[in-house]
């Protein structure tokens, strides 16, 4: 046999594509549907989907489109809208069904279950309950966002969508700006532009890269530094379902102000020692200074 596990002289082996028709576990199992390209879908989802004895999806119409596409009939089955506007009256509905021993797919619009998505509450709700919730992995506009960016990938904060009103989104800026990682978050495409506006108030230098209609016929990529990118946007913003990404904040000098207001936010909740560690290791200061100056602090507050 060869490395392939082919015999020598035999042709390449065909892929099983079938569906399977064997009836899934008892469980909840989030379900990651493509965003963009329809042929994104895993062989295992179209399992689940096929087999489910209830179908739950954020749209129900998305959902039905999707099983057409793959050529799953529905044959009787139920589904159930679980969305934002009618969570606490469908769950009990999904509650019922796996209780009576029933399977359950639940789908998002496009993506990941649960990644900015209402799916959360419901897997929260039914492992409370005692009941098995499964993930079937797949598609992620957030991680297929990070994948093309270049941009560092080993430590990222997702944020999910910027609020709309304008002194919400700076603080929503604010509460993640000085974190050092890799930041990614959904944008309106209308929007885009005001969220570079917001972040070039204070950062107009740092790395960023916009992702546009991933996985779909137009898809566009576009790098730069934040100004670079809020001069390339129309007023009237892009079109499409859009993600943002941005590098690690810019460097700047540490004073003690600083120091002492990270400190401030911890000593009030652990040991000195310990906020001397951590506030030392966020700015890769040396320990025992940071210590001083957070001795120097606690007496100050008794």
Not at 75 to 97: F, Q, S, T, V
Not at 178 to 204: D, G, H, K, M
Request: aromatic residues 4%; glycine residues 8%.
């Amino acid at each position: 046999m060869s490395e392939t596990g082919q015999a020598s002289g035999m042709g390449p082996r065909s892929i099983a594509l079938t569906i399977s028709d064997r009836a899934p576990e008892v469980a909840l199992f989030l379900v990651a549907t493509p965003i963009g390209s329809a042929r994104d879908i895993t062989l295992r989802a179209l399992d689940v989907l096929n087999t489910a004895d209830v179908l739950a999806a954020e749209d129900t119409r998305n959902l039905r489109h999707l099983l057409d596409i793959h050529g799953i009939p529905l044959r009787g089955r139920r589904m159930i809208a679980y969305h934002d506007h009618n969570a606490e009256r469908a769950k009990p509905a999904i509650l019922h069904a796996l209780e009576q021993g029933l399977s359950v797919a639940y789908a998002s619009d496009a993506g990941t279950p649960l990644v900015a998505d209402p799916g959360y509450r419901l897997a929260r709700e039914v492992t409370e309950a005692g009941l098995t919730v499964r993930a079937l992995p797949g598609p992620s506009a957030a991680l297929a966002g990070l994948s093309v960016s270049g941009l560092p990938s080993d430590r990222f904060l997702f944020v999910g969508f910027s609020p709309s009103a304008a002194g919400a989104r700076r603080k929503w800026v604010e509460s993640w700006s000085s974190v050092e990682a890799t930041v990614i978050c959904f944008e309106s495409p209308r929007r885009v532009r005001q969220l570079l506006e917001n972040i070039c108030e204070t950062e107009p230098n740092r790395t960023a890269v916009i992702c546009r209609e991933l996985t779909k016929k137009f898809e566009e990529v576009m790098r730069g530094t934040v100004a670079e990118l809020r001069d390339q946007i129309p007023a009237e913003g892009l079109r499409g379902e859009v993600v943002v990404l941005f590098g690690h904040p810019e460097p700047r000098e540490i004073g003690e102000d600083d120091l002492r207001a990270a400190l401030a936010g911890l000593l009030g909740d652990m040991p000195v020692k310990e906020a001397a560690s951590q506030v030392a290791a966020r700015f890769d200061l040396p320990r025992r200074e940071i210590y001083a100056l957070a001795v120097a602090m606690k007496k100050e507050m008794s």
